[in-house]
């Protein structure tokens, strides 16, 4: 339970807040996300929410909240969660639609894709302000050449495929992206062929491997990556530990 120290005999003291008023993102008129913390209604204890509207294909970035863990409720429309579990190393992903939920570990990497138009999500924490660290902002900042050379990369081209980044995007893809209305005419078609696939295998709701056609409302490769076991725990920690053809000091 969290311990209040709110004066609640104060004038100041607030007990309701319209949500419309305290905007967070705006990509455009159909996604776009709202905020309540502790800033914009002062009685909260260890809670505050996310008000997310998204359509067909719109995806809330790659991210981790280092403060808080973070409910997923689907209100309306229809959307995959998706979790990277630091433990296991897999990628879980879960499909949502109205009446259920899905949590994310505090800390945890995570992204939601809406596979159908429409698509209200409710993000409630047990923080009074939720940290969004994205993930958008680690590509956009660290050194390309400190990348490349840490994971044996080409320079040139990871410069290059990074290049658009040029600022938080929280929902993507972004407004200027030539490949938006390409990727929402595929989520498109897929749904429509959503029919000729056979059931996905869950357990009870997660995806760690593509079942037969892949996701049918978006594009596979927005969702999962993921191996049929977990990955191996020999993954590189400290650089790479090969020789990086494509930096001036390996």
Known sequence: MAVSYMDFTSPHTQFTFDMNNNRFFTKNSHNYINALGISQLNTLGNVSLLDIRLSLGNVVEPHVHQNASELVYCISGAAVVSLINPFTKELLSFTIKPGQVANVPQGWFHWEVATENHTHLLAVFDAPVPEFIAVSDFLRLAP?????????????????????????????????????????????????????????????????????????????SYVHFAPQEPMPHANPVIGNGYLNPYHPYG
Do not use: F, W
């Not at 040139?156 to 938080?168: G, M, N, V």
């Not at 295998?201 to 079942?211: F, L, T, V």
């Open 144 to 220: 390309a050449g400190l990348l490349s050379h840490t994971y044996c990369l080409d320079e040139a081209k990871l410069r290059e495929a990074l290049a658009p980044i040029s600022d938080t995007t929280v929902i993507g893809p972004p407004a200027h992206c030539g490949q938006q209305d390409q990727h929402a005419q595929h989520a498109q078609h897929a749904q429509q062929q959503q029919g000729h696939h056979q059931p996905y295998p869950q357990h009870p709701n997660a995806m760690r491997a593509p079942g037969p056609g892949g996701y049918a409302q978006i594009p596979p």
